[in-house]
């Protein structure tokens, strides 16, 4: 979670400072990339982390943190953009990404145990 975390966050620094449409292209397919490992790796976790009666209220808790970070994101993303331009919207995004991916790394285990079944 936390390389895919990684991939994601730089791909979304280096999509400010792509100067072509290839290179933008590629900036963006590679931010999808590093968000696929994200996703499923949480769930994974989140199944991990609480046993089956807590699971559904957990993942509704984290897919809802998505929808107020989208939201969030393009706010932020809207007003920076209006000052500093597009580039910078996106350099800015990519900032929290390398401090969670540490935090993730440190924290985050996979617990095997009985409540998967």
């Known amino acids: 979670m936390?390389?895919?975390?990684?991939?994601?966050?730089?791909?979304?620094?280096?999509?400010?400072?792509?100067?072509?449409?290839?290179?933008l292209l590629l900036a963006r397919t590679a931010v999808g990339i590093g968000e696929s490992g994200v996703i499923p790796t949480?769930?994974?976790?989140?199944?991990d982390y609480y046993p089956p009666v807590r699971r559904a209220p957990a993942m509704g808790i984290f897919t809802s943190g998505s929808m107020v970070g989208v939201m969030a994101g393009s706010m932020l993303g809207g007003w920076i953009g209006q000052i500093h331009g597009w580039r910078w919207a996106f350099i800015v995004a990519a900032l929290p990404g390398l401090p969670l991916a540490a935090i993730f790394w440190l924290t985050f285990r996979r617990r095997r145990s009985e409540l998967r079944r």
């Open 2 to 23: 936390a390389m895919s975390t990684v991939v994601w966050t730089g791909m979304t620094a280096i999509t400010g400072l792509a100067r072509s449409v290839w290179q």
């Open 42 to 47: 949480a769930y994974a976790l989140l199944s």
